[in-house]
């Protein structure tokens, strides 16, 4: 205990705190110690506003009678004041005079306020759109005052107005109020960002204490892999790699960062080489460089940093001078170049230098497909090195790196891997590589060899393969003639391709040439002397981004370049429409495509069309025409012809043909239709409709998009139900009191009718008889209250076998001294079965279906429950204390539905919510929607649910018991709180009798 350890002070303690204060308290005697029991307060304690001590006891003290004269102290409050430990007591002699004065500042009325506490809540940052972080500020205890304090944010690692939304204002605690929140927006984004966080502070308290000031937010980013943030990579590469000494040229260091560039951030390397700084050579850029070690800072959004190493010229006849760069792991980032990157300082004094050693290696390609076969080449070695003409040899060398050595193998100058890799067993290799010049020198380097991913499922299979229509031209084609017609061979169907021209083995004329969309087109007219073939490089991609690349060459077709007539070479579909949505206007005609015929301009081309649909196309001006009905995707989907070309004076009939489909997209259309199938018209009287009759399945007439929404019109549409597509009859069958229902069923599609209460599509009516069965009498006194309960703490009224309408009167019955503590509210609510079920009738899960089931204890229980209670049913039981007799007011009978079930409920603290039933219910909606428990603060006040179902009440604990003889009693205190319940279930005692 605080207080309690403070009573055991050393000397050195003490000694800490006399004369750190200017307003000091009188003990009397004024020296005190184990064996002087009696010590009293200086009547100066009493006048002062401040509970500070000034003694000039000394070692071992205990101070008893002074702790047991300060007025209201006890162990809890003084802990909960201070939140002192034994361990912070026993730290006091290490104070200074001003943290004591600063700890000693609280006056004699500040002990009695309660204090503040604040939250450190977490929240996930999202992609986009904004998230509310709640701080929650809560109250050690509940004050009698109007309290406030000020708040506002503040940065830490996540930044106002990019990250979150700042905030500063004042949050009031009315008297009785223990906790407010604070709501600060949060902004989603996708960048890759380790989490960050921000700071609420608190300030200006009134009323109260502040004794944790501060709340801490954290941002948790969602945007990593596997929830991991990626830290960005640092890579570094040097150019020139090699300068002169008394040159104006600099080796520049240049440090690159790949992925998150939000934020500043500093990277570490070490320095090394030949050269000596400050003597061959000064550096500028650097956040710090020393002879062995540096730094450099990214500016926040930069992706670059650099160093420049400036040599210093000299006359020294010396060797090449190195300075060489390693990056070195730090904070916030991941080493990307692993090897020493060298800069050479090149001696111009007249020397003549010998071999030189190589600086440099470097490997063609660094990544492989997986699945590639056995020994697939990599890529190629070759090796910077300061001597020209040198000759070298690469090998795999023991070192750091050399983790996949053994998995590679170097023939020649080419690295090649042993057997086919595998990305989902290893995704990455390290290989040591040596590179040996003639002379025998050497340089060593760590490579990393990536395997690609590829999409082996069969979901999406990259080609096979890629063709032209025509691989041949003649020669003196216009400008941008087409050459042919891109197909890929895929081993999937339906998949869409994508064409380019790319760099690679075979890309020689790739310039002589564009790619539209699925054509290829020569740029200039070509000509068969001058060059009779071209080859060319082209990719196909699929909608999945796989492809296949391959070589095609065009070859130019000598042609007599004086000839007379010739025939039609080509006909082009230009600006061609391919899609058409349905229900478009069409009329006189609607233009698909203009024709354009490739022809040497002599003799006369004729136009004519064949094929499924040509009654559907129109040629018109050298253009093509869709004519005729107004598209409609549900009768056809797509429209085909077949546009022929013939010069009637060469050549055969027809020279050319080219085929044209018209596709016709489905566009969203309202609902045509309603049938109500196996419907049934009629049904007996006293049918028991509890859980509904199935009068008729629904069937819409309608395309398969747009959300169709059912909808019941009619007076009577409050006695039926619909569950997914079947209608369901559940009004009371009783000839007597209704033998004809007449329904409207509705169909309406909200995506082209957002607005509520919009008119409907489709609509059908629906007639349903109640026939007529003789009448009984019923003798009232043979009528059965069916008092079942299904486990502790269960109640339900059962009315299923009793027909024709029942009355029931609620009284309070004087069975014993009965009392209620608080002031109660009692109703009737209807159950699905006995064990409390009821219909989600809010539809709280917003699925649409208010006919599923919520079980007692399942989330929204509660206003599920309330919502539907017995509307002309109200009794009010209240005291104000546990022996004030109970009161009841009855407001009419009671009509209760045969064939249902009810359970009674009791809103503790409900009575003074509304002057019905319905009011209140309504009320304790409002202020308690998620039925939250009572505490020991608040349940004298705080209005909470309880129901005959122990699992539905939020304490867990039986509040409503059956006594027999449709009787039952009520318990209205929290059954989960200690030693405030008295279990007796007296404290409303209520009766029904019935009256037929």
Known sequence: MGYNAAKSWTSDAWNAIIGQSDKKLGLSPSTANQSNSTQT??????????????????????????????????????????????????????????????????????????????????????????????????????????????YATADNTATAGSDYTAKTGTITFTPGQISQDIIISVNGDTAIEPDETFLINLSNPSNALITDNQGLGTITNDDGDNTSVTLPIITLTVSPTSVTEDGTTNLVYTFTRTGVTTDALTVNYTVGGTATLNTDYTQTGAASFTSTTGTVTFAAGSDTAT???????????????????????????????????????????????????????????????????????????????????????????????????????????????????????????????????????????????????VNETPGNQAPTNLALSATTVNENVPVNTVIGTFSTTDPDTGNTFTYSLVTGTGDTDNTAFSVVGNQLQINNSPDFETKNSYSIRVKTTDQGGLSFEKNLTITVNDVNETPGNQAPTALIFQNAVTELAENVDVTPEFKVADLLIEDDGLGTNNLFLTGRDKERFLIQNSALFYVGFTPNF?????????????????????????????????????????????????????????????????????????????????????????RGRELFFIGKADFEAQSLYNLTVAVTDTTLKPAPNATPDATVNFT????????????????????????????????????????????????????????????????????????????????????????????????????????????????????QSTTAAEFGDVLLEGGRRYAPFVIANGGNLGESLQGSVQAFLTKNPDNVAATLENYRTHEVAYFSFGSANPDGAEHLRSRGNNIFGFEDLPGNLPNISDNDFNDGILAFNFIA
Request: no cysteine; charged share 15%.
């Open 634 to 722: 549900e009768a056809q989907n797509s429209y085909e012809v077949t546009v022929n070309v013939d010069d009637t004076t060469v050549g055969v009939t027809p020279d050319l043909t080219q085929t044209f489909t018209l596709n016709i997209t489905d566009v969203n259309e309202a609902p045509t239709a309603l049938i109500l199938a196996n419907s049934t018209n009629a049904i007996a009287e006293n049918t028991d409709t509890s859980q509904g009759v199935k009068v008729a399945d629904i069937q819409i007439s309608d395309d398969a998009l747009g959300t169709n929404s059912l909808s019941l019109l009619g007076s009577d549409q409050s006695s039926f139900q619909i």
């Open 41 to 150: 307060l200086a009547s100066s304690f009493l006048d002062t506003n401040s509970y500070e001590i000034a003694t000039t006891a000394t070692a071992s003290q205990t101070i008893d009678n002074f702790w047991d004269a300060i007025p209201d102290w006890g162990d809890s409050a003084w802990q909960a004041t201070t939140k002192w430990s034994g361990d912070a007591w026993k730290s006091i002699d290490e104070w200074t005079p001003q943290t004591w004065q600063a700890t000693t500042t609280w006056t004699a009325a500040d002990w009695d306020k309660p204090f503040f506490t604040i939250s450190n809540p977490t929240i996930v940052e999202n992609n986009s759109g904004t998230n509310n972080l709640i701080f929650k500020v809560t109250l050690s205890t509940t004050s009698t005052q109007t309290i406030t304090v000020n």
């Open 307 to 453: 160093v420049t190493i400036d040599p210093t010229t000299d006359t020294n006849v010396e060797d090449d001078e190195t300075v060489t760069l390693n990056l070195a792991s730090g904070t916030g980032y991941t080493v990307g170049t692993t090897d020493a990157v060298v800069g050479i300082i090149t001696d111009t004094n007249n020397e003549t230098p010998g071999n030189q050693a190589p600086t440099d290696l470097a490997l063609s390609a660094t990544t492989v497909n997986e699945n590639v076969p056995v020994n697939t080449v990599i890529g190629t070695f070759s090796t910077t090195d300061p001597d020209t003409g040198n000759t070298f040899t690469y090998s795999l060398i023991a070192g750091t790196g050399d983790t996949d050595n053994s998995a590679f193998s170097i023939v020649g100058n080419q690295l090649q891997i042993n057997n086919s890799p595998d990305f989902e067993t290893k995704n990455s290799y390290s290989i040591r590589v040596k590179t040996t010049d003639q002379g025998g020198l050497s340089f060593e380097k760590t490579l990393t060899i990536t395997v690609n991913d």
């Open 768 to 883: 349903l008889e109640i026939t007529n069965l003789p009448d009984q009498a019923v003798n009232p006194q043979t009528i059965q209250f069916k008092d079942t309960g299904n486990g502790q703490g269960s109640l339900v009224f059962n009315f299923s076998n009793l027909p024709g309408s029942i009355q029931v009167t609620a009284i309070e019955e004087g069975l014993q001294q009965t009392g209620a503590f608080l002031n109660n509210v009692v109703g009737l609510y209807p159950v699905a079965d006995d064990n409390g079920a009821v219909f989600d009738s809010l539809d709280l899960d917003g699925d649409g279906n208010v006919t599923e089931l919520i079980q007692p204890g399942q989330a929204g229980y509660a206003r599920s429950a309330l919502s539907q209670a017995v509307n002309n049913f109200i009794l009010r039981a209240s005291g104000e204390g546990a022996n």
